[in-house]
C-alpha cells in the first residue's frame, strides 16, 4: 500500500488541538503531510516557523519539518533521529 501526501489547512483560529489530533491519527497511515497557512491565520515568517515548531513538539521525536513559503511539509522517520 502506498503511503500518499495529505494536506490540511491552518486559518484564523491558529493551531489547535484537534489539528494535532488529525495529525496523529493521520500519519498512522501516512509519511508525509503538508499543513497550508491561510491568510487568515496571519502571514507572517516567524509565525510559520512557531507553528511548524509546535507541531513537531506535539507529534514527537520521529518528526521533522521543513517550510516553503507559507506550507510546512512534516515527515515521519522510520527511525528516531538523535
Same mark, same amino acid.
Do not use: C, P
Given at each position: 500500500?502506498?503511503?500518499?501526501?495529505?494536506?490540511?489547512?491552518?486559518?484564523? +483560529?491558529?493551531?489547535?488541538?484537534?489539528?494535532?489530533?488529525?495529525?496523529?491519527?493521520?500519519?498512522?497511515?501516512?509519511?508525509?503531510?503538508?499543513?497550508?497557512?491561510?491568510?487568515?491565520?496571519?502571514?507572517?515568517?516567524?509565525?510559520?516557523? +512557531?507553528?511548524?515548531?509546535?507541531?513537531?513538539?506535539?507529534?514527537?521525536?520521529?518528526?521533522?519539518? +521543513?517550510?516553503?513559503?507559507?506550507?510546512?511539509?512534516?515527515?515521519?522517520?522510520? +527511525?528516531?533521529?538523535?
Amino acid at each position: 500500500m502506498k503511503k500518499f501526501q495529505a494536506s490540511i489547512q491552518i486559518g484564523k +483560529k491558529g493551531l489547535t488541538s484537534g489539528i494535532i489530533e488529525y495529525l496523529k491519527n493521520a500519519f498512522k497511515n501516512r509519511e508525509n503531510m503538508k499543513v497550508h497557512i491561510l491568510k487568515s491565520a496571519g502571514h507572517n515568517k516567524e509565525k510559520v516557523k +512557531k507553528i511548524g515548531e509546535e507541531i513537531v513538539d506535539e507529534l514527537g521525536k520521529k518528526y521533522t519539518y +521543513k517550510i516553503i513559503g507559507f506550507t510546512i511539509f512534516i515527515k515521519k522517520w522510520r +527511525k528516531i533521529m538523535r
